[in-house]
């Protein structure tokens, strides 16, 4: 992955306590992602977890799927509360969310296991907020997200909120993950 100076796209808007169950229910890990065609599949799958009269969801139940495109989200940007991706140490997880075409979540904080997983794989970039978020953004708002500002910004609202900063996760996350990243320092062999 290279890290864009900013991403642009409309918000997926989550609440608490979303697992790695919910995000990549287990059923689901048949596909083995070092298979394009079945790294694919991960993005059909991803969210299909997330009951609908759960409280985790959007207001208004908003499909995470766009009709007509069962692998990639409209979606780019999920803003989620506290404890995004607790549970099982999933590997899948971050994947299902790149390949359904997330490029960053923002989350008020992460389960040390998922945060850790998205950098390691350069899946996506896990900005932490410095204040609660979902209970602000809406669903289908546009957003940006400026990396060097440290800055998301909800263009449909007109708002600007503060993120924390990636710090030593951000060169990890340009290099494309961990192995590339410690192939670039001479750590591994090429």
Not at 32 to 60: H, S
Not at 82 to 92: A, L, M, Q
């Amino acid at each position: 992955m290279t890290l864009q100076p900013v991403i642009q796209g409309k918000a997926y808007v989550l609440g608490d306590n979303i697992d790695t169950d919910q995000i990549i229910p287990a059923q689901y890990l048949t596909f083995n992602p070092a298979i394009p065609e079945e790294y694919r599949q991960f993005g059909k799958y991803a969210l299909a977890g997330v009951p609908a009269p759960q409280g985790g969801l959007p207001k208004g139940h908003v499909p995470f799927h766009a009709p007509g495109d069962e692998f990639v989200s409209p979606y780019r940007i999920i803003v989620a509360g506290r404890n995004f991706g607790c549970g099982s140490s999933r590997e899948h997880a971050p994947v299902a969310l790149d390949a359904a075409g997330i490029k960053a979540v923002v989350a008020e904080f992460y389960a040390r296991i998922f945060f850790r997983n998205s950098v390691n794989g350069g899946y996506l970039i896990p900005f932490e907020s410095a204040k609660r978020l979902c209970d602000t953004v809406c669903t289908g708002d546009e957003l940006r997200l400026d990396m060097a500002a440290g800055k998301l910004e909800n263009l449909t609202a007109r708002e600007s909120y503060e993120l924390r900063p990636l710090g030593e996760v951000a060169p990890i996350l340009e290099a494309g993950g961990i192995f590339p990243y410690a192939r670039s320092k001479g750590l591994l062999k090429a």
